[in-house]
């Protein structure tokens, strides 16, 4: 049978020929849909092994507790400030108390909670904390500092303005560079406010509640001098805010300098502070091996008997006497005790 010279056209659908167009384009989306889905699917995961890091969550943690502290602290200044029918002093001492002890609950068992970075310098000054954590906790606590400052900032923008006048002034009857940082009064001199904010508390190691007293107890006793800024963590950061805002660099230049003894002076007094509690009163305290979680289970494994019985062995032969002679008595392996396996704490 012999072809035909012409081609026969082939005839396809009129359904078809508006399919053909389409199907490259349908195929690529569908292409690039589970493309874009590895690619997120990577990205969550890769993040939640980032997340997974002890540093990382250490730094979350630092940065999250100094946020929430310095949202209640800075908030509660600019109500006296701002108003002095909704704020005063005693509001201001209670609400950094509080904002401590909320800190110290949020972020207590991951790193601590120092908040502080004049509290983790004497923490690594004394041999309780790596050095090189150092600089990842003070950037947690740096960086929280900063974003509560900016969010007082735009929560009362409107009320800040409408109390100067249109004007951020650092010093004056309408100051209000105040309410994120602390400045010297006229009536204090450089060197005493260094020493006055050199008197530091001892270390932190107790429960959120007494450490939030203890803010409030400062602030109320020796607050009126420099605002008891106490805390590098506290105080720069919003002044680099205040400067960044509008505020100008009067913020650094104001009270002779000022600017870096809040940040100098509580490192020095932290660290003194730590040596005079490790000297006089942690050296005296008794040390209690601490509990484990499971007590039964370390009582189970006190006592390690190195005979096994068989597997097959039948009930009858498990119930028969044994003789306790010490010829046919099954070897005894005593566990160390809690005081042998640990290492004595060295400062």
Not at 7 to 31: D, E, F, Y
Not at 130 to 150: N, T
Not at 317 to 326: A, D, E, F, I, Q
Request: hydrophobic share 45%; net charge positive; aromatic share 10%.
């Amino acid at each position: 049978m012999a072809w035909p010279s012409t081609p026969v056209p082939l005839h396809v659908p009129m359904a078809l020929k508006s399919l053909i167009p389409v199907l490259p384009a349908a195929l690529g989306k569908r292409r690039s849909t589970r493309s874009s889905k590895m690619v997120s699917w990577s990205w969550k995961t890769r993040t939640q092994q980032i997340l997974q890091k002890k540093l990382v969550r250490e730094f979350l943690a630092e940065f999250m507790s100094t946020y929430v502290m310095m949202v209640f602290g800075l908030g509660s200044v600019a109500h006296m400030v701002l108003s002095k029918k909704h704020g005063s002093y005693l509001a201001v001492n209670l609400a950094f108390g509080f904002g401590v002890a909320m800190g110290v609950h949020v972020a207590g068992n991951i790193s601590g909670a120092h908040m502080n970075a004049a509290v983790t310098f004497a923490n690594c000054a004394l041999g309780r904390l790596p050095w090189r954590k150092f600089p990842v906790y003070v950037l947690g606590q740096f960086l929280g500092s900063f974003l509560a400052a900016a969010t007082i900032y735009t929560l009362f923008y409107t009320a800040i303005l409408h109390f100067s006048g249109g004007q951020l002034m650092v010093t004056g009857p309408v100051a209000t560079a105040g309410i994120f940082a602390t400045y010297l009064p006229d009536y204090m001199t450089l060197w005493r406010g260094f020493l006055n904010e050199e008197n530091n508390p001892a270390l932190p190691g107790t429960q959120a509640l007494v450490i939030g007293i203890l803010v409030v107890t400062i602030g109320m006793s020796l607050g009126m001098n420099t605002g008891y800024a106490i805390n590098p963590s506290r105080d720069l950061p919003p002044r680099i805010f205040t400067f960044i805002a509008g505020w100008g660099k009067q913020v650094f230049s104001d009270g002779e300098n000022w600017w870096w003894v809040p940040v100098v002076a509580p490192l020095l007094g932290a660290y003194l502070g730590g040596i005079i509690y490790v000297v006089f009163i942690g050296s005296t305290i008794p040390r209690e091996p601490p509990k484990l979680e499971d007590s039964v289970a370390y009582e189970d494994n006190r006592i390690t008997v190195s005979s096994k019985m068989e597997p097959h062995t039948s009930m009858a032969s498990r119930l028969t006497p044994v003789s306790m002679n010490p010829d046919n008595r099954p070897s005894v392996r005593l566990a160390p005790t809690l005081q042998e396996s640990m290492a004595q704490e060295q400062f």
